[in-house]
């Protein structure tokens, strides 16, 4: 059994920053990629930023240039530096990781900017 442990969400005000980290543990025999998606409220999850093992990686245009996202293939663990965050990038934030037999969600962690 796969687990995914997110952390890191809150309240920030505008302008300001937050890391959001992502752990997964158990069988796990190889991660092809892992990812950060959001949801806010009344909209669909969209893809925020995603990495592979190989450390390509890919950004959701609202995103460039303020996140950045890493993964430590030995800790399994994937982070999501958020700078300069705006009121829209309010929403729960959702941790995937892909590979080999292997398509894992984590259960969210909100993220919420306001003044």
């Known amino acids: 059994q796969v687990q995914l442990v997110e952390s890191g969400g809150g309240l920030v005000q505008p302008g300001g920053s937050l890391r959001l980290s992502c752990s997964a543990s158990g069988t796990i025999f190889s991660i092809n990629a892992m990812g950060w998606y959001r949801q806010a409220p009344g909209k669909e999850r969209e893809l925020v930023a995603q990495?592979?093992?190989?450390?390509?990686?890919d950004y959701a245009d609202s995103v460039k240039g303020r996140f950045t996202i890493s993964m430590d293939n030995a800790k399994k663990t994937v982070y999501l530096q958020m700078n300069s965050l705006k009121p829209d990038d309010t929403a729960v934030y959702y941790c995937?990781?892909?590979?080999?037999?292997?398509?894992?969600w984590g259960k969210g962690t909100l993220v919420t900017v306001s003044s």
């Open positions: 990495v592979t093992s190989g450390g390509a990686t």
């Open positions: 995937r990781v892909l590979g080999r037999g292997l398509n894992k």
